[in-house]
């Protein structure tokens, strides 16, 4: 028995795979005394060692402990991977996607859209597609909306396109005309928005709460606002000479108003449609279309939809207004006053040339327009 497990032994030996002579001289010759063998074992179990490295842990672990040619060996193949590896890159460097940071909060604040930006893919990016659940709607919104899901209504983006280029052209042409402009948004988290709209658009800004009567009942409302006359460059000269026609004048009105919220502010443009005055309005499949001047149908809900329609108007306000400024370079006014002023500056100019005006009937209430603010 025991030759045969010898003989056995032999032949397994032959055929065992070579690693190097070295480390398998090293291999098959050390031998752990820490723990005898036992009776029960075979011969071959007892000859064989107890833990043989494999090729690929002592390459891994000790590089040294191979012969040199093996390690040069090794050695170039490292170095030919690498230079695989290398132009593999260089070829594929600039294949794939691009990650990069798409939505910014404060992008669409600080740097709206143009009215010449604007695309299907921004609107539906800004969720002016969504709408409220369909047992809010209101049906003067059905020419509006494109269909249904989930018990939604879809509002078409190519309506509110349209509907918003057209919005942007009015802004651009009040602007140009040199008109009042003011945005309007009281719900939280429009404040930056209306801000912004209306600092592109050189118009003002109403972020709280529209006190009742304030265009109706402007006499009594406004009556401790300080008035003031601008040129068209728009300089305070009311110590020009028209520190008196402050005296009887009305505060002035809007000549345009943009709003964000309708719901809420349905007060203001009622006001706002007593004095005859245009409104813009962003719609949403609850409210109702008839009470703004304008269309705009979108989601009112979303901050991303009214900082894109507020910034478009903006842009639109700041391209009225350059245009209006390069026309004033070459000498050429886009507006014209009142008639309460071009009456009082008539009479002053004749009065000091001597000429005594023609007295015409009192009016207590002048009109309202032209460059008076209060």
């Given at each position: 028995m025991i030759v045969r497990s010898l003989v056995r032994q032999s032949r397994t030996g032959l055929f065992t795979p070579p690693i190097s002579s070295q480390v398998c001289r090293r291999a098959f010759l050390s031998t752990d005394a820490s723990q005898p063998p036992s009776l029960s074992q075979t011969p071959a179990e007892v000859a064989a060692p107890p833990s043989q490295p494999l090729a690929e842990d002592i390459v891994a672990s000790e590089p040294e402990r191979l012969p040199w040619g093996a390690r040069r060996a090794l050695g170039n193949d490292i170095a030919n991977d690498f230079i695989t590896r290398t132009k593999l890159q260089r070829k594929t460097n600039k294949l794939g996607s691009t990650l990069e940071r798409r939505y910014m909060p404060g992008e669409l604040i600080q740097n709206p859209?143009?009215?010449?930006?604007?695309?299907?893919?921004?609107?539906?990016?800004?969720?002016?597609?969504?709408?409220?659940?369909?047992?809010?709607?209101?049906?003067?919104?059905a020419r509006y909306i494109e269909g249904t899901r989930n018990g939604m209504h879809i509002i078409s983006l190519e309506q509110t396109a349209v509907h918003l280029r057209r919005a942007a052209r009015v802004v651009e042409e009040v602007a140009y005309h040199g008109g009042l402009i003011l945005f309007v948004g009281t719900r939280r988290g429009q404040m930056d928005i209306v801000v912004r709209a209306a600092e592109l658009a050189e118009g003002y800004h109403l972020f709280t709460k529209w006190a009742p009567g304030t265009i109706t009942n402007r006499d009594s409302i406004l009556a401790r606002s300080k008035l003031r006359v601008v040129d068209e460059n728009?300089?305070?000269?009311?110590?020009?000479?028209?520190?008196?026609?402050?005296?009887?004048?009305?505060?002035?009105?809007?000549?345009?108003?943009?709003?964000?919220?309708?719901?809420e502010n349905y007060v203001l443009l009622r006001e706002c449609a007593q004095e005859a005055i245009p409104t813009i309005g962003l719609i949403d499949t609850n409210a109702d279309p008839g009470r703004v001047t304008y269309v705009i149908p979108g989601n009112d809900d979303s901050w991303r939809s009214a900082a894109v329609v507020a910034g478009v108007l903006g842009r639109a306000g700041e391209l009225g207004q350059k245009r209006r400024k390069r026309d004033l370079e070459k000498g050429v006014v886009t507006w014209q006053n009142s008639e309460e002023v071009t009456r009082y500056i008539t009479k002053t100019n004749l009065a000091l040339q001597g000429v005594k005006a023609k007295p015409s009937k009192p009016n207590r209430w002048p009109l309202s327009g032209g460059r008076v603010f209060r």
């Amino acid at each position: 028995m025991i030759v045969r497990s010898l003989v056995r032994q032999s032949r397994t030996g032959l055929f065992t795979p070579p690693i190097s002579s070295q480390v398998c001289r090293r291999a098959f010759l050390s031998t752990d005394a820490s723990q005898p063998p036992s009776l029960s074992q075979t011969p071959a179990e007892v000859a064989a060692p107890p833990s043989q490295p494999l090729a690929e842990d002592i390459v891994a672990s000790e590089p040294e402990r191979l012969p040199w040619g093996a390690r040069r060996a090794l050695g170039n193949d490292i170095a030919n991977d690498f230079i695989t590896r290398t132009k593999l890159q260089r070829k594929t460097n600039k294949l794939g996607s691009t990650l990069e940071r798409r939505y910014m909060p404060g992008e669409l604040i600080q740097n709206p859209p143009a009215p010449k930006d604007i695309s299907l893919e921004l609107l539906m990016a800004s969720q002016t597609h969504l709408g409220h659940n369909t047992s809010l709607w209101n049906q003067g919104n059905a020419r509006y909306i494109e269909g249904t899901r989930n018990g939604m209504h879809i509002i078409s983006l190519e309506q509110t396109a349209v509907h918003l280029r057209r919005a942007a052209r009015v802004v651009e042409e009040v602007a140009y005309h040199g008109g009042l402009i003011l945005f309007v948004g009281t719900r939280r988290g429009q404040m930056d928005i209306v801000v912004r709209a209306a600092e592109l658009a050189e118009g003002y800004h109403l972020f709280t709460k529209w006190a009742p009567g304030t265009i109706t009942n402007r006499d009594s409302i406004l009556a401790r606002s300080k008035l003031r006359v601008v040129d068209e460059n728009g300089n305070d000269i009311t110590d020009r000479g028209f520190t008196p026609l402050l005296d009887n004048h009305r505060p002035l009105c809007p000549d345009l108003v943009v709003v964000l919220n309708p719901t809420e502010n349905y007060v203001l443009l009622r006001e706002c449609a007593q004095e005859a005055i245009p409104t813009i309005g962003l719609i949403d499949t609850n409210a109702d279309p008839g009470r703004v001047t304008y269309v705009i149908p979108g989601n009112d809900d979303s901050w991303r939809s009214a900082a894109v329609v507020a910034g478009v108007l903006g842009r639109a306000g700041e391209l009225g207004q350059k245009r209006r400024k390069r026309d004033l370079e070459k000498g050429v006014v886009t507006w014209q006053n009142s008639e309460e002023v071009t009456r009082y500056i008539t009479k002053t100019n004749l009065a000091l040339q001597g000429v005594k005006a023609k007295p015409s009937k009192p009016n207590r209430w002048p009109l309202s327009g032209g460059r008076v603010f209060r």
